[in-house]
């Protein structure tokens, strides 16, 4: 067996590859990618090579999903990712399974053998996903978001929730949490880390340098060059912009959508 994996976490990867190891030592991976651009072209040359595609929901310059808007996906796919408010959309593209990170081989394994079980290997019709399957696991799997940040101040220790949270931003390698208090927090997270772990109908990510909360938004401006501004009720020192790439993203996220 022949096949791709596309992910953005070094960690997530290694452990996808010593698991498949595990279930069988002579399946191959032929290729690694970590985002959206280099997928599409890959793909585009070389999908026929492969039998199967184990694809995270989050890479590093969007969603997945915008695969298969350029490509036409004739390769069954499984989806591991941390994002489980996607597992219907998931299912819609040729998927067999959804598994949820930090992905069990006992998952794993259930997974493989729905593939194999496949007419003719590869699917042929997305109604032949069982729906029940999909409705008991959207029933079962639950996405646990962090809610509050151990940070430290002085020789103090404090616990600030996400409700009081405003914002977080970057400053180089630092990361710092911003109040409503208007108070600042250093956190021991990146940028790609909070992302990930926080509610994302909740915490959206405008730019590389801010994660906004957006009952902190207080108006949305229409900026320069097709950008928006962000302006937060509490009054804060740094200019908040939506980058021109995430404006669709965003107005998506706001309108709640």
Same mark, same amino acid.
């Given at each position: 067996?022949?096949?791709?994996?596309?992910?953005?976490?070094?960690?997530?990867?290694?452990?996808?590859?010593?698991?498949?190891?595990?279930?069988?030592?002579?399946?191959?991976?032929?290729?690694?990618?970590?985002?959206?651009?280099?997928?599409?072209?890959?793909?585009?040359?070389?999908?026929?090579?492969?039998?199967?595609?184990?694809?995270?929901?989050?890479?590093?310059?969007?969603?997945?999903?915008?695969?298969?808007?350029?490509?036409?996906?004739?390769?069954?796919?499984?989806?591991?990712?941390?994002?489980?408010?996607?597992?219907?959309?998931?299912?819609?593209?040729?998927? =067999? #399974?959804?598994?949820?990170?930090? +992905?069990? &081989?006992? *998952?794993?394994?259930?997974?493989?053998?729905?593939?194999? !079980? $496949?007419?003719?290997?590869?699917?042929?019709?997305?109604?032949?996903?069982?729906?029940?399957?999909?409705?008991?696991?959207?029933?079962?799997?639950?996405?646990?978001?962090?809610?509050?940040?151990?940070?430290?101040?002085?020789?103090?220790?404090?616990?600030?929730?996400?409700?009081?949270?405003?914002?977080?931003?970057?400053?180089?390698?630092?990361?710092?949490?911003?109040?409503?208090?208007?108070?600042?927090?250093?956190?021991?997270?990146?940028?790609?880390?909070?992302?990930?772990?926080?509610?994302?109908?909740?915490?959206?990510?405008?730019?590389?340098?801010?994660?906004?909360? =957006? #009952?902190?938004?207080?108006?949305? +401006?229409? &900026?320069? *060059?097709?950008?928006?501004?962000?302006?937060?009720?509490? !009054? $804060?020192?740094?200019?908040?912009?939506?980058?021109?790439?995430?404006?669709?993203?965003?107005?998506?996220?706001?309108?709640?959508?």
């Amino acid at each position: 067996m022949e096949v791709l994996i596309i992910e953005d976490e070094k960690p997530a990867i290694e452990k996808l590859e010593l698991l498949l190891n595990r279930y069988d030592p002579e399946i191959k991976i032929i290729g690694k990618i970590t985002n959206v651009q280099d997928s599409i072209i890959w793909l585009a040359e070389k999908q026929d090579t492969i039998d199967l595609i184990f694809i995270d929901i989050q890479l590093t310059d969007g969603l997945s999903f915008d695969i298969f808007k350029s490509v036409e996906l004739k390769t069954p796919v499984i989806f591991t990712t941390a994002y489980n408010e996607y597992a219907l959309d998931a299912f819609k593209v040729n998927s =067999i #399974d959804y598994l949820l990170k930090p +992905i069990k &081989y006992e *998952k794993l394994v259930s997974a493989l053998e729905k593939f194999k !079980n $496949f007419p003719g290997t590869k699917p042929t019709s997305n109604k032949e996903l069982d729906i029940s399957i999909l409705a008991k696991l959207m029933e079962q799997v639950k996405k646990e978001y962090k809610t509050r940040f151990m940070v430290k101040m002085g020789e103090h220790i404090h616990s600030v929730t996400t409700d009081e949270t405003s914002c977080f931003y970057s400053e180089g390698r630092i990361v710092l949490l911003f109040t409503k208090e208007r108070r600042k927090f250093f956190v021991d997270y990146n940028m790609a880390e909070l992302e990930k772990m926080l509610d994302p109908k909740i915490f959206h990510r405008v730019n590389r340098s801010f994660i906004v909360n =957006i #009952d902190s938004i207080k108006d949305v +401006i229409v &900026y320069s *060059k097709n950008r928006l501004k962000i302006i937060l009720k509490q !009054n $804060f020192d740094k200019e908040i912009i939506v980058s021109r790439e995430k404006i669709r993203r965003f107005k998506d996220w706001f309108s709640g959508d």
